[in-house]
């Protein structure tokens, strides 16, 4: 069945700098990619989210690029701070808009 | 985005017994659906709550396990019967409308936290 992989399961960085999270999915029908911040004891929070026809989205400090040809899609978050530290989930949703969610990145930002 | 409330907010229940979570919006949307996240693991959709029929379930959860009402737009509950330990998990529901978010976004309530002992 469908599914999407999601690397890596744990991520620390320094405060400042980069951190990078990777999804992988199998479905070809898959045309809309969020991005979810999960603070521990929260609800998932929807941060970004890019749909197939574009290639990168940008906010602020986040963006998401999407490789529709190697089914690849990614969150980059620059110059990190200690409140971004949350496990993030990535997910891909078609037109019978049901989810399938990666299995999470807990990324933890130093200070 | 809506806002989305559910209730309760945690359990702790005998195995065997039932128990039926609530989960209310401000506003209509066309969709709902609820999910399970076990400690420390990601989302699984259990079904789509569908207004006015029988949810649509996912493989691997039953309506006889997780029967699932919702009356109208702005409401739905799970229940969660005969429980287990196994059940112990997360429950969610969550909200989207096609008309109003542009397609498919989904937004999620605060979650059930049910412990089966």
């Known amino acids: 069945g469908e599914n999407v992989e999601q690397h890596p399961s744990t991520l620390s960085v320094q405060e400042g700098d980069s951190a990078v999270i990777k999804c992988t999915y199998s479905d070809s029908a898959s045309n809309y990619f969020p991005w979810y911040k999960q603070e521990l004891g929260k609800r998932p929070q929807l941060i970004i989210d890019?749909?197939?026809?574009?290639g990168e989205k940008k906010d602020q400090r986040i963006a998401v690029t999407l490789n529709k040809t190697a089914k690849h899609f990614s969150l980059h978050i620059t110059e990190t701070q200690p409140e971004d530290s949350a496990v993030y989930f990535c997910a891909a949703g078609s037109g019978t808009y049901k989810y399938i969610f990666g299995t999470g990145t807990r990324l933890k930002v130093l200070a | 985005s809506a806002v989305i409330s559910q209730k309760p907010s945690r359990d702790i229940c005998q195995r065997g017994t039932s128990l039926t979570i609530q989960c209310q919006v401000d506003?209509?949307?066309?969709?709902m659906f609820w999910y399970r996240q076990q400690p420390g693991q990601s989302l699984t959709l259990i079904a789509t709550?569908?207004?006015?029929?029988?949810?649509?379930?996912e493989s691997g959860f039953v309506i006889d396990k997780f029967p699932i009402s919702r009356p109208n737009l702005t409401f739905s509950t799970l229940t969660v019967s005969n429980m287990s330990p196994e059940d112990s998990s997360i429950y969610l529901c969550s909200v989207g409308d096609p008309g109003r978010a542009g397609g498919y976004e989904q937004y999620f309530g605060p979650g059930t936290r049910l412990t089966v002992t």
């Open positions: 506003s209509q949307v066309t969709m």
């Open positions: 709550a569908n207004q006015g029929s029988e949810a649509t379930y």
């Open positions: 890019i749909r197939s026809n574009v």
